[in-house]
């Protein structure tokens, strides 16, 4: 009988902003906590989790999630995204095509709301989630993606970028079962219907990316530093002005 088995994945975001990270604080009963507490359904966003100590475009950042579901002519595959944001610099952020950051300059802690061509650093994490039947190397193309959304809110990486982008199918549970003669019946999408899912891919990721600053709340941490969360009114101003509030499918409300 075939025993299952798992194999795990930690990924990181660096929080020494606002966490004492090397002061060894999360304990085996935190741990064994999380573990019991685990439930599946909406995720929180925002300052939760490994989203707590995040900054981005030196906002408060945190965990953001976002989907996208096909209409039924292309399959009604559905792609949801979890992002963990801790990267970007002000000058970057870029909402709905609309240079927010370049206006909003004030309690930006690395570089002070100018553009001295600062080092862009930081961590991104994107995990990407799809109905679709896809095979391994469907599903890197679809991780790639995440780097599209990342640069459609305004950050190309850098050099200290700890970016790691992943993605999964839920599709074929039964591939690891096999016939009498060693046979497994996998199904798997066209790489000519492939086009929408890397779309939705990539706006989902720019959405959560954008989700994980609008639920965040200003926050003080460690050696009493802080970081301010996006200010969702100045926000709007700024939308409007760009003619894109109204159009943008964004939403500032929390």
């Given at each position: ?27 085996e ?29 030196e906002?408060k ?13 292309l ?33 930006a802690?690395l ?5 001295p ?18 095979l ?11 780097t ?23 599709a ?8 009498e ?11 000519d219907?492939?086009d ?46 760009y ?11 929390k």
């Amino acid at each position: 009988m075939y025993q299952r088995w798992s194999l795990p994945v930690v990924a990181e975001t660096a929080d020494g902003w606002l966490n004492d990270m090397n002061g060894f604080h999360v304990k085996e009963h935190h741990v064994m906590r999380a573990l019991d507490s685990a439930k599946s359904g909406a995720i929180d966003e925002g300052n939760v989790g490994g989203g707590t100590g995040m900054l981005c475009y030196e906002f408060k950042g945190g965990t953001g999630t976002s989907s996208r579901k096909l209409p039924e002519k292309l399959g009604s595959w559905t792609v949801g995204v979890l992002a963990q944001c801790n990267f970007g610099r002000r000058y970057q952020l870029t909402i709905a095509g609309a240079p927010v950051g370049k206006h909003l300059t004030d309690d930006a802690p690395l570089t002070n709301g100018e553009d001295p061509f600062k080092q862009d650093d930081g961590s991104l994490i994107v995990i990407i989630g799809t109905d679709a039947p896809l095979l391994p190397h469907q599903l890197k193309r679809l991780a790639k993606r995440a780097t599209i959304g990342m640069a459609r809110t305004g950050s190309m990486g850098g050099n200290g970028s700890g970016d790691i982008f992943l993605a999964f199918s839920t599709a074929n549970p039964n591939a690891a079962y096999a016939d009498e003669k060693g046979i497994s019946n996998i199904q798997t999408l066209s790489n000519d219907h492939i086009d929408p899912l890397l779309s939705a891919s990539a706006l989902a990721t720019e959405e959560s990316i954008i989700n994980s600053m609008v639920a965040a709340e200003s926050m003080t941490g460690h050696k009493g530093l802080g970081i301010k969360a996006l200010p969702h009114e100045k926000v709007q101003e700024i939308l409007r002005e760009y003619n894109r509030l109204k159009n943008s499918g964004w939403k500032v409300e929390k």
